[in-house]
């Protein structure tokens, strides 16, 4: 059985007070059976890491450098953020891919990276709207697939994220049957790669405007693991709605 993540991302948001959503989140969730995991930005994780010691909410990273150390103005590694406390790591995310240039194989060196530090990778893929019109969705993200998660990934934990880019931020989400047929084809490509086995035990996410309204809909679509969430994350009591729906869902 797959076990279930709600994981938040923050993005670049969050002062050393916002820490306190961490520790009222831990207070709403004590009871859940789903994973629980909040990526603030850099500068909070080993903040956030201690307010959620002990509390069943564990704390990530949003991108880490390919190499453990060295000559890297201003990145951070992967060791670092176990450091400071992470659990996870967001790899390849739409905005670091377009802001940074980040490509596939960007992608999963990081992945890698994450992985020789005993972090989990949560590894995102996604379409634009452009790629979307022209029918291309599918064609897209198995290219970041195949591309993006390396060889000889451990299937406890790596994550795959879809989030599609057109859907991030904007309050759009796309239909169930949208949602189903990335998940139920990220499964699929998946097995074809690494066995049936090993795709059955890696957690699909979906991302983009997931919040509480539309957020237990969402968890009953095949194939849909959890969520990574932005905006509705950065609020215990929005966030604390989205774990709940998902640990009701089937
Ligand atoms: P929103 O939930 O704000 O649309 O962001 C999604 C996202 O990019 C999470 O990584």
């Not at 590894?123 to 969705?137: L, S």
């Not at 809909?217 to 950065?234: P, R, T």
Request: charged share 20%.
């Amino acid at each position: 059985m797959r076990r279930k993540l709600a994981a938040g991302n923050w993005k670049m948001n969050g002062l050393a007070a916002s820490v306190d959503e961490i520790t009222a989140l831990a207070g709403m969730v004590s009871d859940t059976t789903v994973e629980v995991l909040i990526c603030p930005p850099a500068t909070l994780v080993h903040r956030a890491s201690s307010a959620a010691d002990g509390t069943p909410v564990m704390i990530g990273g949003q991108d880490c450098h390919i190499a453990e150390s060295g000559a890297h103005t201003g990145d951070v590694s992967a060791e670092m953020l176990v450091d400071a406390g992470a659990a996870y790591v967001i790899v390849g995310h739409s905005e670091r891919r377009a802001d940074h240039g980040e490509t596939d194989a960007m992608v999963a060196a990081k992945a890698d990276a994450a992985e020789r530090a005993g972090l989990g990778a949560i590894i995102c893929v996604g379409e634009t709207e452009a790629q979307r019109d022209a029918g291309d969705t599918l064609a897209i993200v198995e290219t970041q697939l195949s591309n993006s998660v390396p060889e000889g990934v451990s299937v406890e934990t790596t994550v795959i994220a879809y989030e599609p880019v057109w859907a991030i931020g904007t309050g759009r989400t796309p239909t169930l049957e949208q949602i189903a047929e990335v998940h139920d084809f990220l499964r699929a490509t998946l097995a074809a790669r690494f066995g049936e086995d090993a795709a059955n035990g890696m957690r699909l996410l979906y991302g983009g405007s997931v919040k509480p309204s539309n957020a237990a809909e969402i968890f009953a679509v095949s194939n849909v693991d959890g969520a990574l969430v932005g905006g509705a994350s950065l609020k215990a009591a929005d966030f604390g709605a989205i774990v709940e729906a998902l640990n009701e869902a089937d």
